[in-house]
């Protein structure tokens, strides 16, 4: 066991030295990343002196372009280079810190955030796309990694920004900014040092390689196994693509798990509980245990495509459960109230930990080989939109109906988890029936979990590969 422990598995992560040295980078940018998250809010307000209003639209523009930078980097990525790319998103998020110390016009400080955003959620679209390239079948493993990795960071970089806001000088606030400009160039560096992710194989001749993906279904072959320039040429657009937008809009509610552990749950303790304030920062931080000792089994348990759909099942469930207890700390004890609400924090947490697997394996398991990186990019909006439109879900409507608007939300999210899984598991039949191979997905309860029993298939079976792929796999090397 300990050779599957964290940190064995740190040192020998799915895709070698590439993606030893992506964690390394992921981890310090997220350390910048948690000062940043921490002090910008009180940077802008006390130092640039803006209020609520300004402070509001200055956000809103920022969350917009965060939303466009995913999709972007997505069709970037399908002519350019990832690596490259990936360089120049954290290089730009360097410059815009940069601007944020020499100027306080209201018009420069929009035009900086919102260069920061894009390039922060391009980049995160980027690195997932590097990690499906570089550790294959076992992308669900390195994100399980990554998670850790970045929770981890995150903790590093806001108590690194607590000292700063202790003191509470604009110097102070200043050197804040500096810090995490620094980490975003030492990630940037770091990345230089790998190696472009053309795959795990490498096509041995262009015309057998381009004959035997032409003869193969979408969704048979791995994308590294088409080369980049193919892959651009003639693929499909996500925009048209409605099977997949419906996944991409279905994963939008796999998301207010964020939203309800960073918004709902500190706001319903304060307005609407008897429990003590002290209890607020307990959320997050049971949030980061939690993740850092349990994100490997919940990955390993939720593996490959059939895993992932059982997964979504399960998150609507968990979600409803943790919705159940919020909405029954009203009117209790302080004691009463805090434990319901520490419970229900370690239940959104679980569900978190679902939805991370989940909404990334059916990404990619979704999506037509030859046009991955576009894909990609479409469905990393849903966290994009998410993180714009939750908090506004949540203080606007959920919080307004009291506790009847807890127990609405989680009845919601559990009926659209179930839709989410029977849509997925009929595109995952289509694509396995198409490749000639058994499946496991062949009607809306053949997977284990809420919504439906194990089918002959079995719930893994959709990972097996079909004839077709087994024929592409013989035009590539590796």
């Not at 929009?110 to 079948?137: N, Y």
């Not at 908090?391 to 959920?398: E, I, Q, R, S």
């Not at 309860?445 to 079976?461: L, M, R, W």
Request: charge should be positive.
């Amino acid at each position: 066991m300990r050779g599957n422990g964290l940190l064995a598995q740190l040192r020998r992560p799915p895709g070698g030295r590439d993606a030893r040295i992506m964690l390394l980078a992921q981890g310090v940018d997220r350390t910048g990343s948690g000062v940043w998250a921490a002090a910008s809010v009180l940077y802008f307000t006390y130092v640039c002196g803006m209020d609520a209003g300004r402070l509001g639209l200055l956000l809103g523009v920022g969350a917009v372009a965060g939303v466009i930078g995913s999709p972007l980097a997505g069709r970037a990525a399908e002519w350019l280079s990832v690596r490259g790319l990936l360089v120049a998103c954290h290089l730009l998020r360097v410059a815009t810190m940069v601007m944020l110390l020499v100027v306080d016009h209201f018009v420069a400080l929009l035009v900086s955030v919102a260069l920061t955003c894009l390039a922060e959620r391009g980049a995160k679209t980027l690195e997932m796309l590097f990690a499906t390239r570089v550790a294959g079948e076992r992308r669900a493993v390195y994100q399980a990694l990554f998670r850790s990795v970045a929770n981890g960071g995150y903790a590093v970089g806001t108590g690194f920004a607590a000292i700063g806001l202790a003191v509470g000088s604009t110097t102070a606030y200043r050197a804040l900014i500096v810090a995490n400009a620094l980490s975003y160039l030492l990630a940037a560096a770091l990345i230089r040092r790998t190696e472009e992710p053309k795959g795990r194989g490498l096509v041995a001749a262009a015309s057998e390689a381009s004959e035997a993906v032409e003869a193969v279904p979408a969704g048979a072959v791995p994308a590294e196994a088409v080369p980049a320039g193919q892959r651009a040429a003639g693929a499909p657009s996500p925009w048209r693509d409605r099977g997949y937008l419906l996944f991409v809009l279905l994963d939008l509610p796999m998301c207010l798990d964020d939203s309800v552990l960073n918004v709902g749950l500190p706001l319903w303790l304060i307005h609407h509980t008897d429990a003590p304030h002290a209890v607020v920062p307990v959320f997050l931080t049971l949030n980061t245990a939690l993740v850092v000792v349990l994100q490997l089994r919940v990955s390993a348990w939720a593996e490959r495509p059939g895993g992932a759909t059982r997964a979504v099942g399960w998150y609507g469930v968990i979600l409803l459960a943790s919705c159940l207890l919020i909405a029954l700390s009203t009117g209790r004890g302080p004691l009463a109230a805090s434990l319901a609400l520490l419970t229900a924090a370690g239940l959104v947490t679980l569900a978190e930990l679902m939805r991370s697997v989940s909404s990334w394996e059916l990404a990619v398991a979704l999506a037509p080989p030859r046009a991955q990186a576009s894909y990609l990019g479409v469905a990393g909006m849903s966290q994009s939109v998410q993180k714009s439109v939750g908090p506004v879900l949540l203080t606007g409507g959920v919080m307004v109906a009291g506790p009847v608007g807890w127990l609405a939300l989680g009845a919601a999210c559990t009926g659209l988890a179930a839709v989410q899984r029977r849509a997925s598991l009929r595109r995952l039949a289509v694509l396995e029936a198409s490749a000639g191979g058994p499946g496991d997905s062949g009607g809306p309860g053949d997977s284990g979990g809420p919504g439906g029993s194990a089918g002959p298939g079995g719930p893994e079976a959709s990972d097996r590969p079909g004839a077709a792929a087994a024929v592409a796999r013989t035009a590539v090397v590796g």
